[in-house]
Nanobody, 114 residues
């Protein structure tokens, strides 16, 4: 059974930092592309960052230079380091993987106060 468990969200002031973690189980983690999405009420889920099995990363323009996605294949965990946070980064952040079908974590709330 595939499980994705996010952690690390919270309340932070603008300009601050948070690091999100997503621990995966039930998949061959090292060969999977991992993704972070975020969603605010009334809006579609937005792809924030992607990391391939080889470690290549891509980001949505709005977070480039501020967020860093990384992975530790020894721990089956993907991370999202978020620096210089802005109020518009406030959202529920979700971890995602495709393994025959899409799997999602439960989400972790990130709130950035101005």
């Amino acid at each position: 059974q595939v499980q994705l468990v996010e952690s690390g969200g919270g309340l932070v002031q603008a300009g601050g930092s948070l690091r999100l973690s997503c621990a995966a189980s039930g998949i061959a983690f090292s060969i999977r592309t991992m993704k972070w999405y975020r969603q605010t009420p009334g809006k579609a889920r937005e792809l924030v960052a992607t990391i391939s099995s080889g470690g290549s990363a891509n980001y949505v323009d709005s977070v480039k230079g501020r967020f860093t996605i990384s992975r530790d294949n020894t721990k089956d965990t993907v991370y999202l380091q978020m620096n210089s946070l802005k109020p518009e980064d406030t959202a529920v952040y979700y971890c995602n993987v495709h393994s025959l079908r899409e799997y999602w974590g439960q989400g972790t709330q990130v709130t950035v106060s101005s």
